[in-house]
């Protein structure tokens, strides 16, 4: 082979690699086609309270729990909408109180909440692995009886986050 030869072979070989590192890399920070949905309901309407939360709520009319990780990468996509949910409880006492769960040590999720803007800082519980909740992102929306009303796995688009911040507003309109 001439040195020509070799290269241009060199090139197209660098090239190519180059093109999978730029396809690799975009796949890991492109944020995602955002109309797929979270699965909705995947807890049974009226069943228990998969987190096992008796305890938290007093003087709320209902919990909204997102069960998250610090290493979900649509646990961080989602990031500005837990700030948003955040911001909607705070306003009002009638609103669901948000309630971050994790399988994390507490301190641990509240610096990742407080370092990414979620504040006033939430209410955060570690949990030991719930047996009905898929992994992250999860919501579940609890009534005043810690019941399943409503439930969604997975990264929401934005159809389903105006669905739960409807939700989230529609307690202070009707007052629980």
């Not at 949905?37 to 008796?54: C, V």
């Not at 911001?87 to 994390?104: D, K, M, T, W």
């Not at 009303?149 to 669905?163: C, T």
């Amino acid at each position: 082979m001439t040195t020509t030869t070799t290269d241009r072979i060199a090139n197209v070989v660098f090239i190519a690699t180059c093109l999978v590192l730029v396809g690799v890399v975009g796949t890991r920070l492109w944020p995602g086609d955002r109309n797929v949905q979270a699965r909705e309901d995947f807890l049974p309407r009226g069943s228990t309270d998969p987190f096992d939360l008796s305890e938290i709520g007093a003087g709320h009319n209902r919990l909204l729990c997102v069960f998250l990780s610090s290493t979900c990468r649509y646990c961080a996509d989602s990031l500005a909408f837990y700030r948003g949910l955040v911001e909607l409880a705070h306003e009002s006492p009638q609103s669901p109180q948000v309630v971050f769960v994790s399988l994390e040590p507490e301190r641990a999720i509240e610096d990742y909440l407080r370092n990414n803007g979620v504040a006033p800082t939430p209410l955060v519980v570690r949990i030991a692995r719930p047996d009905r909740i898929p992994g992250s992102p999860c919501l579940v929306m609890l009534d005043r009886s810690h019941r399943v009303q409503r439930s969604w796995a997975g990264r929401l688009s934005r159809r389903q986050e105006a669905e739960v911040k409807a939700l989230m507003s529609a307690s202070r309109v009707a007052g629980g």
